[in-house]
């Protein structure tokens, strides 16, 4: 997957493991046990889908809160 299509998108859950090189057992455990995006619904609740937008932010506040401490 090239960063150049990481703009204004929405993953798959196996786009994120592959995007931030994790398995989706850490995806689960990160969406159900801290405040890592969730996933947002599509054709009911079978499919989820993850902002890019939202896990950059999510990426940077982590690095921030890592930094100050």
């Given at each position: 997957?090239?960063?150049?299509?990481?703009?204004?998108?929405?993953?798959?859950?196996?786009?994120?493991?592959?995007?931030?090189k994790?398995?989706?057992?850490?995806?689960w455990?990160?969406?159900?046990?801290?405040?890592?995006?969730?996933?947002?619904?599509?054709?009911?609740?079978?499919?989820?889908?993850?902002?890019?937008?939202?896990?950059?932010?999510w990426?940077?506040?982590?690095?921030n809160?890592?930094?100050?401490?």
């Amino acid at each position: 997957m090239e960063n150049s299509n990481l703009s204004n998108e929405f993953l798959t859950s196996n786009e994120v493991c592959d995007f931030l090189k994790i398995s989706k057992v850490t995806l689960w455990r990160l969406t159900k046990n801290t405040d890592f995006p969730k996933g947002i619904p599509f054709h009911g609740n079978r499919l989820k889908r993850y902002s890019v937008i939202d896990i950059k932010a999510w990426l940077k506040n982590r690095a921030n809160s890592v930094i100050e401490g």
